[in-house]
């Protein structure tokens, strides 16, 4: 029997529900593989497993960390190889599930040993995409690291500054050093499956999602994030449809407006997801369907071949 799934899809394309009914079926634990549902600050906005969900099978990696923080994916790839030697020893299978594409390529491919940057040099290179605004300074990257410069989703200044700042603290582009990767998963040791429902199906989710969230109390969750006054560059706060909610929290939007453009964020960030999926997940079996029924037999064809 497999004893490590890789489950992985753009946000609302089922994969939570997915991930839950095969650690159900096999006695499995759950790995979260999401770099927003890492931190307990936003269990809805991140739609997070429910309590319930997470009473019933043990999921890791899901809400432990603290907004403040800014996990990066080696800190990620720590736990959850961590994780998975300890579900291990219990002798149980698991299931590593999220839609952060860079994790599952971490865990499967391993990670460089990048040196690491003085923190007065990040720093530097925070203040100077400040100044000089994320077109200009992607430029300057594409100049040293033109793979980083292409590959890096527009908006995601965490992963532009650090791709800078590699180059300016070691003299080498981020991606030279990311081409020395070791220590990924066995061959042979996991399976994966890739969900990619039709776009469409995906747009109305996204759309049906975000109402839903304000029914369960995203605004008081925003609300108390946004009092902490953390600062703008943490992972937590990039959430998709952070910024806009906020922003009707402080009178600048109505809230339909608000709620409009976030679901006009989550659609991009669902199309963006499928997109990277699609290129470097290129060999994973995929299951299109939308229904979770329709899932289910395909992922159980797929256990049985």
């Not at 220590?183 to 989710?205: E, K, T």
């Not at 969230?213 to 990039?238: F, I, T």
């Amino acid at each position: 029997m497999t004893r490590i799934w890789l489950i992985a899809g753009p946000t609302a394309s089922g994969k939570s529900a997915l991930a839950l009914a095969l650690a159900q079926a096999t006695g499995a634990e759950i790995v979260g593989a999401d770099a927003l549902q890492i931190y307990r600050d936003l269990p809805i906005l991140s739609a997070a497993p429910r309590a319930d969900e997470r009473a019933g099978v043990p999921h890791h990696l899901i809400g432990v960390a603290d907004a403040a923080e800014g996990w990066s994916v080696g800190r990620w790839l720590t736990h959850a190889r961590t994780a998975l030697a300890e579900i291990a020893g219990r002798n149980r299978p698991v299931v590593v599930v999220g839609g952060t594409g860079l994790y599952f390529k971490a865990l499967t491919e391993g990670l460089a040993e990048i040196p690491p940057v003085p923190p007065a040099m990040r720093a530097g290179a925070m203040a100077e995409f400040a100044d000089m605004g994320e077109a200009a300074f992607r430029a300057r990257l594409s100049e040293p690291d033109p793979a980083a410069a292409a590959r890096i989703f527009p908006g995601d200044q965490q992963r532009l500054v650090r791709a800078w700042s590699v180059f300016a603290a070691t003299g080498r582009a981020l991606s030279d050093w990311q081409a020395g990767t070791s220590g990924g998963l066995a061959p042979g040791s996991w399976r994966a499956v890739r969900l990619d429902p039709p776009r469409q199906a995906i747009y109305d989710r996204c759309d049906q999602r975000l109402t839903t969230m304000l029914d369960q109390g995203v605004l008081a969750e925003v609300a108390r994030l946004a009092a902490r006054n953390l600062d703008q560059g943490l992972p937590a706060l990039k959430a998709v449809g952070y910024r806009e909610l906020a922003a009707h929290l402080r009178g600048e939007l109505g809230l339909e407006a608000a709620l409009m453009a976030a679901q006009q964020e989550t659609r991009r960030y669902a199309k963006r997801q499928g997109t990277w999926m699609r290129g470097q997940m290129a060999d994973w079996p995929v299951i299109s369907d939308v229904d979770p029924d329709g899932q289910w037999r395909a992922l159980e064809a797929l256990m049985a071949g």
